[in-house]
T-cell receptor, first 114, second 112 residues
């Protein structure tokens, strides 16, 4: 248990569905991240939130919509996904976004798009 | 952005010491060197972080030469449960201008 909880752990959805991934951190951190990890590929940084403000969007398609209502919660809203979006989606948190420090990761949500 | 290069895979046996080296020729003055461990279908887990010289914790040691263009993660007496992918990251934490990039990592396979 790393202090970062992701739900659901597994999700299967059709291309026309709308679903949301949830991440909650219990570490008192002020920064949160979404990563995508496809099979046999490196982790790809998707979004970074610092103090509930989005500070990074790595050219992610608009069918992925993040939301950070407070410093403890992060959501990734999904709609009209494509089969190539099937991957492990990882949430992470950290204290600050600069200088020394490291990220705590959740266990991820395994997403399958049919 | 500091790019890292590490071996794709390594094999070892239980009880041996394993050293994984990462090259980062373009490391910047403000960059830290961080290593993570990842098991299948789990998120990466922080192992160790350093800036220069040597750092040791209860899990591993990190050796960084004076020029900081490389670093070596040392795992003492590995066990089967140490089989995982190990990532070397160089940079400042997150942020809009300094992105921590996870490469392909090193798949360490520990055999009995």
């Amino acid at each position: 248990e790393t202090g970062v909880t992701q739900t659901p752990r597994h999700l299967v959805m059709g291309m026309t569905n709308k679903k949301s991934l949830k991440c909650e951190q219990h570490l008192g951190h002020n920064a949160m991240y979404w990563y995508k990890q496809s099979a046999k590929k490196p982790l790809e940084l998707m979004f970074v939130y610092s103090l509930e403000e989005r500070v990074e969007n790595n050219s992610v398609p608009s069918r992925f919509s993040p939301e950070c209502p407070n410093s403890s919660h992060l959501f990734l809203h999904l709609h009209t996904l494509q089969p190539e979006d099937s991957a492990l989606y990882l949430c992470a948190s950290s204290q600050g976004i600069s200088g020394q420090g490291f990220q705590y990761f959740g266990a991820g949500t395994r997403l399958s798009v049919l | 952005l500091a790019k890292t290069t590490q071996p794709i895979s390594m094999d070892s046996y239980e009880g041996q010491e394993v050293n994984i080296t990462c090259s980062h020729n373009n490391i910047a003055t403000n960059d830290y060197i961080t290593w993570y461990q990842q098991f299948p279908s789990q998120g990466p887990r922080f192992i160790i972080q350093g800036y220069k010289t040597k750092v040791t914790n209860e899990v591993a040691s990190l050796f960084i030469p004076a020029d900081r263009k490389s670093s070596t993660l040392s795992l003492p007496r590995v066990s089967l449960s140490d089989t995982a992918v190990y990532y070397c990251l160089v940079g400042e934490l997150g942020g809009a201008t300094n992105k921590l990039i996870f490469g392909t990592g090193t798949l360490l396979a520990v055999q009995p």
